[in-house]
T-cell receptor, first 108, second 116 residues
Framework: KNEVEQSPQNLTAQEGEFITINCSYSVGISALHWLQQHPGGGIVSLFMLSSGKKKHGRLIATINIQEKHSSLHITASHPRDSAVYICAVLGGVQKLVFGQGTRLTINP | GAVVSQHPSRVICKSGTSVKIECRSLDFQATTMFWYRQFPKQSLMLMATSNEGSKATYEQGVEKDKFLINHASLTLSTLTVTSAHPEDSSFYIC????????????FGPGTRLTVT
């Protein structure tokens, strides 16, 4: 079993839908990252959080430390949101442990 | 957010040659940088942790003599793939940890290496 599990692995939705991507982890962490990777390959850090909730534009990330679970939500989804979303947890020595990614496709 | 650049973005080289990839933090000083490798449709795999002013720490299974890392300044780390072979073809990504923002990692745009 991977230390970081994401679900779903693939998600296709229509433009405007509310999107939720889940991340569960089994190790102790100091923080959790949500990353976005577009087809060109570059990675953008969307959020780093260690408790509670953060919001940036149409993106919302939440984390429940007791349940070792985080969610990334996208409101009013748009085709440009199509990308791979990666959950990564920060354990000891600043090393990130990555989930396998969720491939999101938003159709117009 | 903070910006990390990588150069080159894409490189093609012949078997047996060496290739250097640069990773720069543009608006913060990074004592620690990380080098990752990513195969198609797979997640990132940490290769090594680059520490300014000291030797890099390599992950198990990564040959330090093949993947030379130098972190000569607080804004620059380089990865040199020596005597490259076709199996070294991959997407290489660096990240830099910003100490002023709880060591949040910022990622470079990646370098696609093709060895012919």
């Amino acid at each position: 079993k991977n230390e970081v599990e994401q679900s779903p692995q693939n998600l296709t939705a229509q433009e405007g839908e509310f999107i939720t991507i889940n991340c569960s982890y089994s190790v102790g962490i100091s923080a959790l990252h949500w990353l976005q990777q577009h087809p060109g390959g570059g990675i953008v850090s969307l959020f780093m959080l260690s408790s509670g909730k953060k919001k940036h534009g149409r993106l919302i990330a939440t984390i429940n430390i007791q349940e070792k679970h985080s969610s990334l939500h996208i409101t009013a989804s748009h085709p440009r949101d199509s990308a791979v979303y990666i959950c990564a947890v920060l354990g000891g020595v600043q090393k990130l442990v990555f989930g396998q990614g969720t491939r999101l496709t938003i159709n117009p | 957010g903070a910006v990390v650049s990588q150069h080159p973005s894409r490189v093609i080289c012949k078997s047996g040659t060496s290739v250097k990839i640069e990773c720069r933090s543009l608006d913060f000083q990074a004592t620690t940088m990380f080098w990752y490798r990513q195969f198609p449709k797979q997640s990132l795999m940490l290769m090594a942790t680059s520490n300014e002013g000291s030797k890099a720490t390599y992950e198990q299974g990564v040959e330090k003599d093949k993947f030379l890392i130098n972190h000569a300044s607080l804004t620059l780390s380089t990865l040199t793939v020596t005597s490259a072979h076709p199996e070294d073809s991959s997407f290489y990504i660096c990240s830099a940890a910003d100490p002023s923002s709880s060591y949040e990692q910022y990622f470079g745009p990646g370098t696609r290496l093709t060895v012919t």
